[in-house]
């Protein structure tokens, strides 16, 4: 029993119709898949962003304060050497000693230059810590403008593919056509 041209023509326009439909539903659902994967990966890059700039805001709140406790860890050192120096020269002046000369002078001269030094010392290390964080904060700052990079490049991605699903509803209809074509010009091909 032999089917007629034109039937076998309209099968096989429905299978491959069908077959079209099917890989274009396929498309678009791959497609959404696609989309909501990225747009959690932008999401995500975007909080990163957000988490490196509020650390690197709390870095630079950080080596403010490491100078600030510098400065004045500095401060406390020259008080202190004035303080020593006070009571140095009080001491000299009761016992009848020249305060402004000889082995007094000194001793005050030492004094003092040791209380500079240490409050440089100071000051010294509230810089460098406070370096340290302005280090960290440059950093954190570099991880926020990848991460919002990032964020931007997932985020351009999270569109729908039509280019894709053009492609197969197109090629659905090249398979439809060439069987149309095939069978109109050749027949069926049936045993």
């Known amino acids: ?20 439909a099917a890989g274009t539903v396929s498309a678009v659902q791959q497609a959404e898949t696609r989309r909501q994967q990225t747009e ?6 975007a909080r990163n962003a957000q988490q490196a700039e509020l650390s690197a805001q709390a870095a630079d709140e950080a080596a403010r304060q490491e ?3 510098g400065y004045e860890a500095a401060q406390a050192k020259r008080q202190e050497a004035a303080r020593i120096i ?6 000299a002046g009761a016992s009848g000693a020249q305060t402004d000369a000889g082995s007094t002078l000194d001793k005050t001269l030492d004094t003092a230059e040791k209380g500079e030094l240490d409050a440089l010392a100071a000051e010294q290390q509230g810089q460098s810590r406070a370096h340290a964080q302005d280090m960290r904060a440059w ?8 991460s919002a990079s990032n964020a931007d490049f997932a985020g351009s991605r999270a569109e729908t593919d039509y280019l894709g699903l053009s492609s197969t509803l197109l ?5 439809v056509g060439r069987n149309f074509y095939t069978i109109g010009s050749r027949g069926p091909l049936l045993p």
């Open 1 to 20: 029993m032999a089917i007629a041209t034109s039937t076998a023509a309209m099968i096989s326009a429905a299978v491959a119709l069908a077959g079209a």
């Open 40 to 45: 959690y990966q932008s999401d995500l890059a």
């Open 67 to 69: 100078r600030r406790a």
């Open 86 to 91: 006070g009571a140095q020269r009080a001491q």
């Open 139 to 146: 950093s954190l700052r570099n991880q926020s403008a990848e």
């Open 171 to 175: 090629n659905g209809a090249s398979r």
